[in-house]
């Protein structure tokens, strides 16, 4: 479907602002609501964004339109479609926006819901797909026809993929996520594990359902039987499901500007004072009631929306816990972030251990979907009300750094990337979570003269230091591990306590130079 076929849909009754040949030729991918000021980072390219325009008013400069039209651009939307009922219509500046970054404008009318363009937009896609020519190999026009009438209804992924390959004689199938969790299955299809879906999804008998989807994100078709299908009628059945993938990403799309609202309000100063703020957000995230929360914090791909992708997938192998997963407004590049309630008749440590064991099981599978970014993340410790989810986001964003910082000895690099605040149970382990920097600056402070280990004398000493305190301060114990004469060990330690300031007599001093060696 392309932008000038909008113009043909007279349901939809939409006036065309600006847009010459080169920009209604464009072909439309799919279709994005929003009613941000800076959307760009939920759009994928080539889809049409539909917007209210409620981030805009009368007494607004030309430059916020500037920068929402600025984001489709660079986003690389085809066309916008701006609803007229807000303002009485579309303003001139918003079009001259458009005008100068080539993006195609529509004006949608009050009678025209958003719901009727994104429903007729999909239909007519799914309708091309089954008027092209048919080749010998094609799925019968029944099947199409029944097809396009679930999808237009919002079926269950069950029952579609079930009819889907019903003419077949209904084998085994499987709609997989990325990561082995089951999406679908036939009644034929026994119950598949998670490690050996994960397995079946590199399966030669696997097919991508949306191979434009991120690593995370994406569904697969699994036939574990060979049947005799040509592949064209596999291809097709791929794309009725990538369809349905469609509107469920438009709908976590959705989902994650309300997650969004949510950790912002969290992470505010005055969320504390407004409990029935926080109590509307959670409600509209679907989170009432569901206490006790963890946060959890993910670190990936510095951009796009991957990081978003993997945190959500890996949440939904959590089947007993609600969860909303976006971005903070001081987020990194490549941060995401999650609030997960665990329902009622959870308690709260049971809960916890089940997030958190559930999560390192599978976070190996989740990094291997794409090795080339690593995947870091950071789990909190309960939060009993809403009012405590603040301190649980800076728990999970403080165990992130960890992550990021350490590798736990004995284990694969992918498992030990994923750090619950529980796991900090040594004084190396917490400073792991303090940002490079910041150690930096208290070993050397610390340290006095000793932080400048280019000095072999230093260096001597540093070692000594490192062996006296491993050793509890045992002269003797240090003198045989550096086979040096106790007396030895005496004068090297005056020197440390001598160019330090420290009196290693004392344990509050022993324990400033432990954690200024290991912030080296």
């Given amino acids: 479907m392309h932008v000038e076929d909008l113009l043909r849909l007279e349901s939809l009754d939409l006036t065309l602002l600006w847009g010459d040949r080169p920009q ?26 539909l917007s209210g325009l409620v981030w805009w008013a009368p007494a607004d400069d030309e430059a916020k339109a500037e920068r929402f039209v600025a984001a489709l651009a660079e986003a690389g939307a085809v066309a916008l479609l701006a609803g007229e009922e807000t303002h009485g219509g579309v303003p001139e500046v918003l079009v001259e926006a458009c005008r100068r970054h080539g993006i195609a404008i529509f004006s949608v009318p009050v009678h025209t819901s958003f719901r009727a363009v994104t429903d007729t937009v999909y239909l007519r896609q799914w309708g091309d797909l089954s008027r092209r020519p048919a080749a010998p190999y094609a799925l019968p026009e029944n099947v199409r026809a029944e097809l396009s009438r679930l999808l237009a209804d919002g079926t269950d992924p069950d029952t579609l993929l079930t009819r889907a390959v019903a003419h077949l004689g209904t084998p085994p199938a499987y709609v997989l996520s990325s990561t082995g ?14 490690r050996r879906a994960a397995e079946a999804v590199t399966a030669t008998t696997t097919l991508s359902v949306d191979p434009d989807a991120s690593p995370y994100a994406q569904w697969h078709l699994h036939l574990p039987e060979p049947v005799e299908t040509p592949p064209r009628m596999l291809h097709e059945i791929a794309e009725v499901l990538a369809q349905h993938r469609r509107a469920a990403l438009r709908r976590e799309t959705a989902a994650r500007v309300r997650a969004a609202d949510l950790l912002a309000l969290i992470d505010a100063p005055s969320s504390a004072a407004a409990p029935a703020a926080l109590g509307r957000v959670l409600e509209a995230c679907g989170l009432a009631d569901q206490d006790p929360y963890t946060v959890i914090t993910v670190k990936g791909q510095a951009d796009g929306d991957g990081t978003s992708d993997a945190l959500t997938e890996a949440l939904h192998h959590l089947p007993d816990c609600g969860f909303a997963v976006g971005r903070l407004p001081t987020a990194e590049p ?77 284990t694969e690099a992918s498992t030990s990337n994923l750090t619950a605040i529980e796991d900090l149970t040594t004084l190396g382990a917490l400073l792991t979570g303090i940002p490079a920097d910041v150690r930096t600056a208290f070993g050397i402070h610390a340290l006095g003269p000793l932080a400048d280990d ?67």
Avoid at 24 to 49: K, N, S, Y
Avoid at 181 to 188: D, E, F, K, L
Avoid at 392 to 404: D, E, V
């Fill in 454 to 520: 280019s000095n072999p004398s230093h260096r001597m000493l540093l070692e000594t230091l490192d062996v006296f305190l491993m050793h509890n301060g045992s002269w003797a114990r240090t003198a045989e591990a550096l086979h040096l004469h106790v007396n030895t060990v005496h004068y090297r330690i005056q020197r440390v306590e001598m160019l330090t300031g420290r009196d290693l007599a004392r344990l509050d001093h022993k324990l400033d130079l432990k954690a200024a060696l290991l912030c080296r």
């Fill in 181 to 194: 969790r089951t999406i679908a299955r036939t009644p034929t299809a026994p119950p598949l594990p998670v």
């Fill in 334 to 410: 490549g941060e995401a972030s999650a609030v997960i309630g665990t329902r009622t008749g959870t308690g709260t440590d049971s809960g916890t251990d089940t997030i958190t064991t559930t999560l390192k099981n599978l976070w190996p599978t989740l990094q291997s979907r794409h090795a080339n970014v690593p995947l870091h993340g950071g789990i909190s410790t309960p939060a009993a009300t809403p009012q405590t989810l603040k301190g649980a986001l800076t728990q999970a964003r403080y165990a992130l750094t960890a992550a990021r910082s350490r590798r736990a000895p004995g």
């Fill in 24 to 49: 209604l030729t464009r072909e439309i991918t799919g279709v994005t609501a929003t009613d941000l000021e800076d959307p760009g980072r939920f759009l994928q390219r080539g889809e049409l964004v």
